[in-house]
């Protein structure tokens, strides 16, 4: 017993010690080891990293477009002369329309075959090969998004995807200074090249754009997350206060009803009972006649309304027979000839007086003689000429 009492104090104590925190390194800031030291870089894989190469044989294969065919064969030489400082061997079938990437016994880097399979999704996807080359890198990254089906109607994707490119490209050019990416859209895909930071914003951006979110939102956002990064003392603290909150407003109107019903006054009394046709009945007599009197009344309104369509119809057919009332015509006062536009009376009368004594078509008096004249001439030249005839051999 006495032992175990002993014992008490020393446990105490013991756990005392325990609880107690010792100082030593891995009791530093949390924000001093997640943060990278500017400046870092990661060391380059080497040979010496990996002597004996690979012990399998990896490919990859892609399609690319017609359109692309006459680029690709321009560049394809480049494009083996990079890979081959890798020890990366690539084929291109014209006949089939792809591109193929293999790894060789002499390759060492194993994620290098990744980089290569990168490289020509890139170039299948309308990149240049000056920019798709740079995926080779060991920081740099890429990210092909696929926009085809996020919206569904062609004329809205069609302006959403012009509105990620902006007037002239401006919206895209900020994107990628912002980013430190080089952006690419091309038809149904959105191709990024850069550092894994800029790709996550590059797609949240492209992402929200199609989505009805204009990119002048987040690009603003972006402009303050880079003006705070700078701050030492800001990093390791939250930046919502400083980012800004937009709010999304429906601006589409409600369409209003061609007939508007205006709701009647509320009122606790329910709404007076119908008369029902024995009390109609009862109101104005009928109810205590007897039943021929009843017919007669009945034939006696059916009469009266038949005698008032006929005449409707009587009128109708008069319309055709009753004349349009003519439009007053009014007389207009003969104007006074001017002083200036007068008529030769004389001259008229001797003119008129010519035209009598000529016929229609008739030749004047000077015609006339002259043509006597001619005809004597004729007759003359006649007899001697038949003399002529006469004594010809």
Request: some cysteine; charged content about 35%.
């Amino acid at each position: 017993m006495a032992s175990s009492k002993q014992n008490g104090p020393t446990t105490a104590s013991g756990k005392s010690e325990l609880r107690s925190p010792k100082p030593t390194s891995e009791n530093r800031d949390e924000s001093e080891l997640l943060t990278v030291p500017d400046g870092w870089k990661e060391p380059a894989f080497s040979k010496e990293d990996n002597p004996r190469g690979l012990l399998e044989e990896s490919s990859f294969a892609t399609l690319f477009p017609k359109y692309r065919e006459a680029y690709l064969k321009e560049c394809w030489p480049l494009v083996q002369k990079a890979l081959n400082e890798h020890h990366i061997n690539a084929t291109l079938d014209l006949i089939e329309g792809s591109m193929t990437v293999c790894t060789t016994k002499k390759t060492f880097d194993p994620y290098i075959i990744i980089r290569a399979r990168d490289l020509i999704k890139l170039l299948a996807r309308s990149v240049s090969f000056e920019q798709a080359i740079r995926i080779l890198q060991d920081d740099v990254a890429c990210d092909i998004i696929k926009i085809g089906s996020l919206v569904r109607n062609k004329e809205r994707f069609v302006k959403r995807r012009q509105r990620l490119i902006g007037p002239k490209g401006s919206t895209l050019k900020a994107l990628e200074l912002l980013t430190n990416c080089y952006i690419m859209v091309q038809g149904n895909t959105v191709s990024a090249i850069g550092p894994f930071s800029g790709l996550k914003e590059v797609r949240k951006v492209v992402l929200d754009t199609m989505k009805n979110i204009h990119p002048i939102y987040n690009i603003k956002t972006l402009m303050i997350k880079r003006e705070l990064a700078k701050d030492s003392e800001l990093r390791s603290q939250s930046w919502e206060r400083f980012l800004p909150q937009f709010k999304h407003k429906n601006v589409n109107k409600r369409k209003e009803p061609k007939k508007k019903t205006v709701k009647k006054e509320y009122t606790p009394f329910p709404p007076p009972q119908p008369e029902s046709q024995i009390d109609k009945e009862l109101a104005s007599g009928e109810y205590f006649l007897k039943a021929s009197q009843k017919k007669r009344q009945k034939m006696e309104a059916i009469k009266a309304k038949q005698a008032e369509a006929l005449s409707k119809r009587q009128e109708e057919r008069n319309k055709a027979f009753i004349p349009p009332k003519e439009k007053p015509v009014h007389l207009k006062k003969p104007k006074e000839a001017s002083t200036e536009t007068k008529i030769d009376v004389a001259a008229l009368k001797e003119k008129v007086k010519k035209a009598k004594n000529k016929k229609l078509g008739a030749l004047t008096a000077e015609e006339v003689k002259l043509k006597m004249e001619a005809d004597e001439k004729k007759k003359k030249k006649k007899p001697a000429a038949a003399g002529l005839l006469w004594w010809n051999p």
